[in-house]
């Protein structure tokens, strides 16, 4: 009897490691369903507008507050998702004065109403939350609340949260494909020798002697992505100027720590600069009604809506250093440039699903070398672009697993995706057609998301050519196209290796210094010239790999 116990016992013990895995496993599996898929709980209703009020007590690390959700609802439903991680908490949901049930699972709570809410009514229900929010271990990869002091002691508050969800420290719908079609409002209340600053215009701003506080009212206009919007605190001060741009007068602020001033106020002399050569390329800056404001704080930088937050050091290049390895790096600062293209790529157009972050980084890495192409020389430009190929990792590709609020090689959308981009414009070989592409995919897309397929779509459209394969190859392969290619005498042999099945895009290539355009595919091709082939060169623009066999 003792034996059968202990075969018993040792059964029980065996199964249960699996067991446990098999519980976790399915937890795990759907914490990421509710993060990255629209369920039905999010899919029935439309979001229109966000009011969100705070109060933060630096002391204490905490935040208490409310966040008004307006919505329509575009098919009957009763029950909703929104978002707050832990270890904030939801205390109550109301709609109007009328308290309304809801449960949490994971990071998900649930919200239910009495009834099926009519269709095209405009609802809207009430959030009060409060705690400690995550502590940022690395903003702005790793974020959460940055929790700092200044140099001179002073509290200096930050939040990040592209990746990790704005639902880190305030309550929403924290998926990217609905935005408030009429923007928000962000009011904070803080210790009153302290200043907050967040996206859009500040409207109002009160002073409470008695609570010895100050609360700042910033208001929103525009649609806006979550992991856009940002509460900074500080001891800030501000300055201005008008940016003259194709929208007319656009307000541009800055808000820079006390001791900060007189520097930033020559370095930042780098922002209308770049406003001007995106308006160039992009066409208008999307965000007039909401102004532009550049924001110190205690982290690298972020592409916040109408807020772009800026930490450096006031010096060019990244953290001082030249990314391409060229020199041109160090000739602009490279978060001033980089986190104010976000402003197009990234904030107006906004990707439904993290699998497509790559519209975002893609397109802003590439504006930078086209900010370099406006203010210097096209040259410069190039070297700038192909020099940041030796960051390429090709670990894995772009496009990330879709519904799991997962992106692909996050190096990799960057680097090899703005050289992809730029690889495109070679083969496109029209500037004036290009410009008028990324133009026209601002104004296409103005204040949308969208998704890589309306991107690749209209490209091609516009282009006259069919990039998909093209875009099959850099953004859903580790693979980059080889030229293999023969000289003998006069006669070029060539063919296109590492390519997915059909890849036949052409090639410019220099043949005794003399630009030549041929069309390589996976089949053996055959060029014959009047003369010896000397010297064979293909165009480095373009982003392949050539080798002699």
Same mark, same amino acid.
């Given at each position: 009897?003792?034996?059968?116990?202990?075969?018993?016992?040792?059964?029980?013990?065996?199964?249960?490691?699996?067991?446990?895995?098999?519980?976790?496993?399915?937890?795990?599996?759907?914490?990421?369903?509710?993060?990255?898929?629209?369920?039905?709980?999010?899919?029935?209703?439309?979001?229109?507008?966000?009011?969100?009020?705070?109060?933060?007590?630096?002391?204490?690390?905490?935040?208490?507050?409310?966040?008004?959700?307006?919505?329509?609802?575009?098919?009957?439903?009763?029950?909703?998702?929104?978002?707050?991680?832990?270890?904030?908490?939801?205390?109550?949901?109301?709609?109007?004065?009328?308290?309304?049930?809801?449960?949490?699972?994971?990071?998900?709570?649930?919200?239910?109403?009495?009834?099926? =809410?009519?269709?095209?009514?405009?609802?809207?229900?009430?959030?009060?939350?409060?705690?400690?929010?995550?502590?940022?271990?690395?903003?702005?990869?790793?974020?959460?609340?940055?929790?700092?002091?200044?140099?001179?002691?002073? /509290?200096?508050?930050?939040?990040?949260?592209?990746?990790?969800?704005?639902?880190?420290?305030?309550?929403?719908?924290?998926?990217?494909?609905?935005?408030?079609?009429?923007?928000?409002?962000?009011?904070?209340?803080?210790?009153?020798?302290?200043?907050?600053?967040?996206?859009?215009? =500040?409207?109002?701003?009160?002073?409470?002697?008695?609570?010895q506080t100050r609360t700042f009212l910033?208001?929103?206009?525009?649609?806006?992505?979550?992991?856009?919007?940002?509460?900074?605190?500080?001891?800030?001060?501000?300055?201005?100027?008008?940016?003259?741009?194709?929208?007319?007068?656009?307000?541009?602020?800055?808000?820079? =720590?006390?001791?900060?001033?007189?520097?930033?106020?020559?370095?930042?002399?780098?922002?209308?600069?770049?406003?001007?050569?995106?308006?160039?390329?992009?066409?208008?800056?999307?965000?007039?009604?909401?102004?532009?404001?550049?924001?110190?704080?205690?982290?690298?930088?972020?592409?916040?809506?109408?807020?772009?937050?800026?930490?450096?050091?006031?010096?060019?290049?990244?953290?001082?250093?030249?990314?391409?390895?060229?020199?041109?790096?160090?000739?602009?600062?490279?978060?001033?440039?980089?986190?104010?293209? /976000?402003?197009?790529?990234?904030?107006?157009?906004?990707?439904?699903?993290?699998?497509?972050?790559?519209?975002?980084?893609?397109?802003?890495?590439?504006?930078?070398?086209?900010?370099?192409?406006?203010?210097?020389?096209?040259?410069?430009?190039?070297?700038?672009?192909?020099?940041?190929?030796?960051?390429?990792?090709?670990?894995?590709?772009?496009?990330?697993?879709?519904?799991?609020?997962?992106?692909?090689?996050?190096?990799?959308?960057?680097?090899?995706?703005?050289?992809?981009?730029?690889?495109?414009?070679?083969?496109?070989?029209?500037?004036?057609?290009?410009?008028?592409?990324?133009?026209?995919?601002?104004?296409?897309?103005?204040?949308?998301?969208?998704?890589?397929?309306?991107?690749?779509?209209?490209?091609?459209?516009?282009?006259?050519?069919?990039?998909?394969?093209?875009?099959?190859?850099?953004?859903?392969?580790?693979?980059?196209?080889?030229?293999?290619?023969?000289?003998?005498?006069?006669? =070029?042999?060539?063919?296109?290796?590492?390519?997915?099945?059909?890849?036949?895009?052409p090639l410019r290539v220099q043949i005794?210094?003399?630009?030549?355009?041929?069309?390589?595919?996976?089949?053996?091709?055959?060029?014959?010239?009047?003369?010896?082939?000397?010297?064979?060169?293909?165009?480095?623009?373009?982003?392949?790999?050539?080798?002699?066999?």
């Open positions: 009897m003792l034996v059968c116990r202990f075969f018993l016992l040792m059964l029980l013990l065996n199964l249960l490691p699996s067991a446990v895995f098999s519980q976790t496993e399915t937890a795990d599996q759907r914490a990421v369903e509710l993060r990255g898929t629209v369920t039905p709980e999010r899919a029935w209703w439309d979001l229109q507008r966000y009011d969100l009020k705070i109060e933060v007590d630096p002391e204490a690390r905490t935040i208490v507050g409310t966040n008004e959700m307006t919505f329509v609802p575009t098919s009957l439903g009763k029950r909703l998702q929104i978002d707050l991680q832990a270890p904030l908490k939801i205390e109550w949901v109301k709609a109007g004065e009328r308290e309304l049930k809801f449960a949490r699972e994971g990071d998900a709570y649930f919200v239910e109403f009495e009834s099926d =809410l009519n269709v095209g009514t405009v609802s809207a229900i009430t959030v009060k939350y409060s705690g400690k929010p995550r502590v940022a271990k690395n903003p702005p990869w790793s974020g959460g609340v940055s929790w700092q002091k200044d140099k001179n002691g002073s /509290h200096f508050i930050a939040t990040s949260c592209q990746g990790i969800g704005a639902s880190v420290w305030w309550p929403n719908k924290d998926h990217g494909y609905d935005e408030p079609d009429e923007g928000m409002s962000i009011q904070i209340t803080v210790p009153e020798d302290l200043v907050a600053v967040s996206n859009g215009r =500040l409207k109002k701003k009160l002073h409470d002697q008695e609570n910033w208001e929103v206009t525009n649609p806006i992505n979550n992991y856009g919007v940002n509460m900074n605190i500080g001891n800030y001060v501000s300055f201005s100027e008008t940016f003259s741009g194709e929208g007319g007068d656009l307000d541009v602020d800055y808000w820079v =720590l006390d001791h900060q001033r007189e520097t930033a106020k020559k370095h930042f002399k780098e922002a209308p600069r770049t406003l001007r050569a995106f308006e160039h390329w992009f066409g208008q800056y999307p965000f007039y009604e909401d102004s532009y404001k550049l924001v110190v704080v205690p982290y690298l930088g972020m592409e916040h809506q109408s807020s772009v937050t800026y930490g450096n050091g006031f010096k060019n290049g990244y953290r001082g250093r030249d990314l391409s390895a060229t020199g041109v790096g160090l000739k602009f600062d490279f978060i001033i440039v980089h986190e104010s293209g /976000h402003e197009w790529f990234g904030n107006n157009i906004s990707m439904k699903d993290a699998a497509d972050m790559w519209i975002h980084e893609s397109f802003t890495n590439y504006s930078e070398n086209l900010f370099v192409e406006y203010h210097f020389t096209e040259k410069e430009a190039q070297d700038y672009v192909l020099g940041c190929r030796k960051l390429v990792k090709n670990d894995r590709p772009i496009i990330g697993e879709y519904n799991v609020n997962g992106r692909g090689s996050s190096g990799d959308m960057y680097y090899k995706g703005g050289n992809m981009l730029h690889a495109i414009r070679h083969t496109i070989n029209d500037d004036n057609k290009w410009r008028s592409i990324l133009r026209g995919l601002n104004k296409k897309f103005w204040h949308q998301t969208v998704g890589t397929n309306e991107i690749e779509s209209y490209i091609s459209q516009e282009s006259g050519i069919d990039f998909a394969l093209f875009f099959d190859q850099y953004l859903r392969t580790t693979k980059i196209p080889v030229l293999n290619y023969q000289v003998d005498g006069n006669r =070029l042999d060539y063919q296109y290796q590492n390519v997915v099945p059909g890849y036949d895009y005794n210094g003399e630009v030549v355009s041929i069309k390589p595919t996976e089949e053996l091709q055959t060029l014959l010239r009047d003369e010896a082939i000397e010297t064979f060169e293909v165009d480095r623009n373009f982003f392949v790999n050539s080798r002699a066999r």
